[in-house]
Nanobody, 116 residues
Framework: QVQLVESGGGLVQPGGSLRLSCAAS????????MAWYRQATGKQRELVAR???????TYADSVKGRFTISRDNAKATVYLQMTSLKPEDTAVYYC??????????WGQGTQVTVSS
């Protein structure tokens, strides 16, 4: 069974930065694509960023130019660097992975709150 554990969430002011981490219990190279999703209160979960096995990256339009996804295979960790944060980025952020959607592996989520 694969476990994904997110960390790095918290409260930040608008314009600030956070880096989320997702640590996997096994090699992320064997998991296929890795992705970050988010779900705001009362809204559907949405894809934020995805990086596949060939390091092809996809971002949601709302985060392009502000967020960066990366992976460190040696550490079995995926990161989401978030800059220029806005109140509308407030959500629970989830790490997910797998060879096809719907991804079979999910973390428990980490709360990101952007507020002054």
């Amino acid at each position: 069974q694969v476990q994904l554990v997110e960390s790095g969430g918290g409260l930040v002011q608008p314009g600030g930065s956070l880096r989320l981490s997702c640590a996997a219990s096994k090699s992320i190279g064997s998991l296929g694509a890795m992705a970050w999703y988010r779900q705001a209160t009362g809204k559907q979960r949405e894809l934020v960023a995805r990086i596949n096995i060939a390091d092809v990256i996809t971002y949601a339009d709302s985060v392009k130019g502000r967020f960066t996804i990366s992976r460190d295979n040696a550490k079995a960790t995926v990161y989401l660097q978030m800059t220029s944060l806005k109140p509308e980025d407030t959500a629970v952020y989830y790490c997910a992975g797998g060879w096809a959607v719907p991804y079979p592996y999910w973390g428990q989520g980490t709360q990101v709150t952007v507020s002054s």
